[in-house]
């Protein structure tokens, strides 16, 4: 089965500086990938999927990007953060019908 | 567009009772799937139970069961002997079938709380 790594578990960050979140998937090969946030604990946003490497759909505009270097890593990121960035990431991959997700990462923007 | 309605933000139940939660989805789709995840205080989120849309029999998986009325676009959540350890915030998901690369489109959740 598959193991979804996430990292860091737990950023604070300044506003106007730069962001990089870690998924790594294991036991899985060519896995769709998604992004999603979720704010102040409750419904989840989706952000961006992922079907293949360097392949990247934004599903909302915003200040966030992903990008796939790995065919099991994906990574989001921001240049400049805003308040409105503080959340909860939660990466997750495909396995069949079903989507299982990562331990996720708490964003503070101060 | 789907969108995915939970119109209970909160519910309570006392153990070993039983309780259901609501779900209501709009969709002009034939072929897709219906979940529910668990989402503990940990934040870890859990896939509780799967129903898919062509399948007329209900789900279930030890004590949650669903109640899935197609006609009315209508996936509820049944647990029974409820514990404890089932308090987290339920969500309610849909995902097309056919390309749509998997996405989850998610309601916006239940509370539930177990008390002893």
């Known amino acids: 089965s598959q193991t979804i790594h996430q990292w860091p578990a737990t950023l604070v960050q300044p506003v106007g500086s730069p962001l990089s979140l870690e998924c790594t998937v294991e036991g899985t090969s060519n896995p769709n990938l998604y992004w999603y946030r979720q704010a102040a604990g409750r419904g989840l946003q989706l952000l961006f999927y992922?079907?293949?490497?360097?392949?990247i759909s934004s599903e909302v505009p915003q200040n966030l990007s992903a990008s796939r270097p790995q065919d099991r890593q994906f990574i989001l990121s921001s240049k400049k953060l805003l308040l409105s960035d503080s959340g909860f990431y939660l990466c997750a991959c495909n396995t069949g019908l079903e989507q299982f997700f990562g331990p996720g990462t708490r964003l503070t923007v101060l | 567009a789907q969108t995915v309605t939970q119109s209970q933000p909160e519910m309570s139940v006392q153990e070993a009772e039983t309780v259901t939660l609501s779900c209501t989805y709009d969709?002009?789709?034939?072929?897709?799937?219906l979940f529910w995840y668990k989402q503990p205080p940990s934040r870890q989120m859990i896939l509780v139970i799967r129903?898919?849309?062509?399948?007329?029999q209900n789900a279930t998986e030890n004590r949650f069961s669903v109640n899935f009325q197609k006609a009315a676009k209508s996936f509820s959540l049944k647990i029974s002997d409820s514990q404890l350890g089932d308090t987290a915030m339920y969500f309610c998901?849909?995902?097309?079938?056919?390309?749509?690369?998997?996405?989850?489109?998610f309601g916006q959740g239940t509370i539930l709380t177990v008390h002893p």
């Open positions: 992922s079907i293949g490497i360097d392949q």
């Open positions: 998901a849909f995902k097309a079938g056919g390309t749509s690369y998997g996405k989850l489109t």
């Open positions: 129903q898919e849309a062509y399948k007329q």
């Open positions: 969709t002009s789709e034939n072929n897709y799937y």
